[in-house]
C-alpha cells in the first residue's frame, strides 16, 4: 500500500483535489481509501436510525454492514490522541493508495496544497516531510524550492506524478510504530 498526506489551510484546495485523485487513481485500476482528520465533535450517524441508538446507548463500538458497505463508528469515553498512522492501520489490506487529507503536523509524506489567492503562507520550508507542492500559481511561491511543482489544476498529472513515484509512497507500518 502507498499512502501520501495532503497538507495546506483551509480554503486551499485539498478536499478538491483528494475528490479528483480518487477517480484518477481508479481509471488507472488502482484502489484508493481516504484517511480524513476532522474536528472535534462530528457525526456520521443520525438520530433515529438504530446504530445511532446503539452509540447513545453506550455501545463502544457499532459496525453496521450491508453487502456493499461496512462502517464502523468508535465512540471514545474520554478523548483520544489517535494518529494518522492509528487510522491507516484500520485500513483495509486490500487498498493500493491512501490518500491523507489533513493531519498537517504528521510524520507522513504529503503533498503541500497552496494558493497565492488565499492568503496563507506556506508550509515547505518548514516541514521536510512535504515532498511535492501542488499549487494553481506556481510563479508566486514565496520560497525558492527543489521539490517538485504540481499544476493544482491538472488532477490527472498529479495521479501520474504519484504512480510514477509509487516507490517512495510505499507504507511501511513497522517505522512508525
Not at 137 to 165: C, G, I, K
Amino acid at each position: 500500500m502507498n499512502a501520501i498526506g495532503f497538507a495546506g489551510f483551509s480554503g486551499s484546495g485539498k478536499t478538491t483535489l483528494v475528490e479528483l485523485l480518487i477517480p484518477a487513481l481508479k481509471m488507472r485500476g488502482l484502489r484508493v481509501s481516504v484517511v480524513k482528520h476532522a474536528h472535534h465533535k462530528f457525526d456520521i450517524d443520525h438520530p433515529g436510525k438504530d446504530t445511532h441508538r446503539h452509540r447513545e446507548a453506550g455501545a463502544f463500538e457499532v459496525v453496521v454492514a450491508s453487502d456493499l458497505r461496512l462502517a464502523l463508528i468508535r465512540e471514545f469515553e474520554q478523548p483520544v490522541a489517535l494518529t494518522v498512522h492509528h487510522l491507516i492501520g484500520e485500513l483495509y489490506e486490500g487498498v493500493d493508495w491512501v490518500l491523507v487529507e489533513g493531519f498537517k503536523q504528521s510524520d507522513l509524506q504529503k503533498i503541500e496544497v497552496w494558493r497565492a489567492s488565499a492568503g496563507n503562507p506556506v508550509l515547505y520550508p518548514e516541514d521536510a516531510f512535504i515532498v511535492a507542492i501542488a499549487t494553481d500559481s506556481p510563479q508566486q511561491l514565496p520560497v525558492e524550492t527543489l521539490r517538485p511543482v504540481l499544476d493544482l489544476n491538472d488532477p490527472d498529472s498529479v495521479a501520474q506524478w504519484l504512480v510514477d513515484n509509487a516507490g517512495r509512497f510505499e507504507y511501511k507500518p513497522e517505522l512508525y510504530g
